[in-house]
């Protein structure tokens, strides 16, 4: 038997590891700076970094490395030995205090949406001492920071961190109106639930558009698809199965607290959920949950695919981000309580998550929009791109009951008087919750549905503690300026539920009548990532971010470039794939395919000319029309390509990209998936839908 609990962790410079190894003024030194988030004195990192170096080499670490999070959503490092000569043909291990919390890589190759000038290619990476360092591959890795030299974020670790800090300082003078003065620190939690198909990798390594655009580009429905629901849940194949055993057993030794794993909806598609921890460790640690399963598939011989849509036809992936606020003292500030002014501090602080909601509906938008998510958002397996909240009947109902002065399941007119009246209690619906929100209350924290699996969980998290913090911010000015807390809160409580109630909606998100009501309301809805982006610079946003720090004026406009160009480029190597795919493999399939089809009737017509060749001929004649729509549309998306160049700015060619390029993609992809079913199985280049799915 494995012993679980001792290996859970193992590879981790933790607390207990550090409590063990640090001299005690050094241990507390260290704790203060996390518990602060101030800069170590170099003094205490040298010792720091010593033990470090003795303890990972003890667990055969060569090697350490910054590991950062770049703007391409992905971690980056950079590995560097321990060696150090010391001039008599010899070596010793070294690790300074120096290196633990400062790298300087060179950062011109990462995307820096024009912060960073080629002359100053310089960048640096700074240790993150609130999320632990660990081994793996024979390496320390250092979670950190990333900035330009000028001090700009080039990452999306920095801004989370920001985030953190500013949702602590709001919601703690929140806290202390309440006379709750011992808390010393408010984090936001998440759990994020990450989706993930696995297919065979011989078949995986047949097909270009999955190894360079990590979904299919065409591909003909199969017969049998996800209708017959028997995969949600189903007992777990066995290789399928040593695949997530391996995954658990690797993520344990890092301390991720891999919890969940079943079968999801679609054929191939699974899911795995870790317990929450505070949001930057949750979003380190889905960063190794999604690197451990690529590499962990690879060894059982299977492809992880992370995309959000790699099969159309069937549910593509997502990740729910279930998100709270906590105070130190262990306390969940979405639990509605049991007191009366438990009650008051939770409908608050509900209070400012509506009204964030409401009020920044755009950047909750944006923030989980890409190319690849563009394929689930609205279309009916993942919530609509229309943004709006799930409190569930009995919650809806008592905001009502607050708006309107009567009492709560009565209608007479009575006051329900906040911190006074006791809530009657909610149930946390597990149950019939609705899972077509976008955005859901579950009971003591919000299920924020709207994630790509594929993407870092880091900027829908920022905007998330951004808008409450805002939100929590206007609140305290009030509460503070206030002569009598008790009406000024009654007031303010009343006041958003007025003024923000359009966000709530606890029916069908996947209806006609929705989006017709949300366009009524006055909602948003951006349905694509070329329409939802522009937002990020609107005034309101920018002022929001500046006004806490999180971005620069410099950087919300590095962020918005970044943005444009990726999706751009995603889109232009998907054409060109698709382009590729169907000259050098389709084309020659089908070829081949009428070649013999005309040979057999020549051949049969030379023996006699009553042979009947009715069959041949047809389906000649029906390919033949198809492969002439097939030269057509090539030569559409080949010139859209060329078109592409003439565009005038960045926003004007990733709209021409959606509009025009993915039109014609999507035109040939039709031409193509009706060619699949016509031509013999053995003439066809690629292994089909059927195929890849059901390949494990
Ligand atoms: P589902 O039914 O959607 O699968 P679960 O109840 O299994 O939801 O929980 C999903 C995730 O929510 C888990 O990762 C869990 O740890 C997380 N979670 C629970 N409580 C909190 C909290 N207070 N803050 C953040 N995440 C939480
Ligand atoms: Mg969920």
């Given at each position: 038997m494995m012993d679980i609990p001792n290996l859970f962790g193992s590879m981790v410079f933790n607390d207990k590891v550090m409590r063990e190894r640090l001299p005690k003024d050094v241990y507390k030194a260290l704790k203060r700076t996390i518990a602060e988030q101030k800069h170590l004195n170099l003094d205490v990192a040298n010792v720091v970094a010593s033990a470090m170096k003795e303890w990972a080499i003890e667990k055969g670490a060569t090697h350490f490395t910054h590991w950062f999070q770049p703007m391409t959503g992905v971690t980056a490092e950079k590995h560097d030995s321990f060696i150090s000569p010391t001039g008599d043909d010899h070596i010793i291990m070294e690790f300074s205090g120096k290196e633990l919390v400062k790298g300087e890589p060179d950062a011109s190759s990462f995307p820096s949406g024009g912060i960073r000038s080629t002359f100053e290619a310089r960048g640096y990476t700074a240790w993150d001492p609130t999320s632990y360092a660990f081994v793996k591959d024979n390496t320390l890795y250092i979670p950190t920071a990333f900035c330009s030299y000028s001090g700009e974020a080039l990452d999306k670790k920095t801004p989370l961190l920001r985030s953190m800090e500013v949702i602590n300082r709001e919601a703690k003078r929140i806290l202390k109106l309440f006379g709750n003065d011992n808390v010393k620190r408010v984090m936001a939690t998440v759990g994020p639930e990450q989706e993930y198909f696995l297919i065979d990798k011989e078949l995986y390594e047949k097909r270009p558009d999955l190894i360079y655009?990590?979904?299919?580009?065409f591909g003909a429905r199969p017969p049998k698809g996800q209708e017959l629901e028997d995969h949600y849940f189903a007992s777990i194949k066995p290789r399928v199965s040593a695949f997530m055993k391996e995954l658990d057993e690797e993520l344990w030794k890092l301390g991720v607290l891999a919890k969940t794993k079943h079968n999801e909806v679609a054929p191939a598609q699974h899911e795995i959920a870790p317990i929450f921890s505070t949001v930057n460790i949750a979003a380190d640690h889905n960063q190794l949950v999604m690197e451990l399963m690529k590499k962990i598939a690879n060894k059982h011989n299977l492809v992880c695919l992370l995309h959000e849509k790699p099969f159309a036809g069937v549910n593509g992936s997502g990740k729910h981000n279930n998100w709270s606020i906590s105070t130190d003292t262990g306390i969940n500030l979405l639990e509605p309580g049991e007191t009366p002014y438990e009650n008051a501090q939770f409908l608050l602080f509900l209070a400012a998550v509506i009204k964030a909601v409401d009020e920044y509906q755009d950047l909750l938008r944006i923030s989980v929009a890409s190319a690849g998510n563009d394929h689930r958002l609205?279309?009916?397996?993942?919530?609509?791109a229309i943004i709006s909240i799930f409190l569930g009947e009995e919650l809806t109902e008592i905001l009502e009951s607050i708006e309107n002065d009567t009492c709560y399941n009565q209608k007479e007119k009575c006051q329900m008087e906040i911190g006074a009246t006791v809530l009657p209690h909610f149930p946390k619906d597990t149950t019939d919750r609705n899972r077509t929100s976008p955005f859901a209350f579950t009971g003591n924290k919000f299920e924020f549905r709207m994630l790509g699996s594929s993407s870092s969980i880091s900027d829908p998290n920022v905007i998330l503690n951004t808008i409450v913090a805002e939100s929590l911010s206007q609140f305290a000015d009030r509460l503070e300026a206030a002569s009598d807390f008790k009406s000024e809160l009654t007031a303010i409580i009343k006041e958003t539920i007025k003024e923000h109630k359009r966000i709530i909606f606890n029916g069908n998100n996947y209806s006609e009548e929705w989006v017709k009501e949300s366009e009524k309301r006055g909602l948003?809805?951006?349905?694509?990532t070329v329409e939802a982006i522009p937002y990020l610079i609107a005034e309101k946003n920018i002022k929001l971010f500046t006004k806490h720090n999180i971005f620069s004026e410099a950087e919300i406009f590095a962020r918005y470039h970044i943005m444009l160009e990726e999706y751009i480029k995603v889109l232009n190597i998907e054409a060109l794939t698709l382009l590729d795919m169907t000259k050098r493999g389709i084309i020659p399939s089908v070829i081949s395919y009428l070649k013999d089809l005309t040979e057999v009737v020549v051949n049969k017509k030379s023996i006699s000319k009553d042979l009947n060749c009715k069959l041949e001929e047809a389906l000649i004649e029906s390919i033949s029309d198809s492969t002439a729509c097939l030269y057509k549309n090539i030569e559409k998306l080949d010139n859209a390509i060329l078109e592409a160049k003439n565009q005038n700015n960045l926003l004007d060619t990733a709209k021409y990209y959606r509009e025009v390029v993915y039109i014609a993609m999507q035109e040939l992809r039709s031409v193509i998936d009706n060619l699949e079913i016509k031509v013999g199985k053995k003439y066809w280049a690629y292994p089909t839908y059927g195929e890849l799915l059901y390949s494990v």
């Open positions: 655009c990590s979904r299919t580009l609205g279309a009916n397996e993942a919530p609509p948003l809805n951006l349905k694509s």
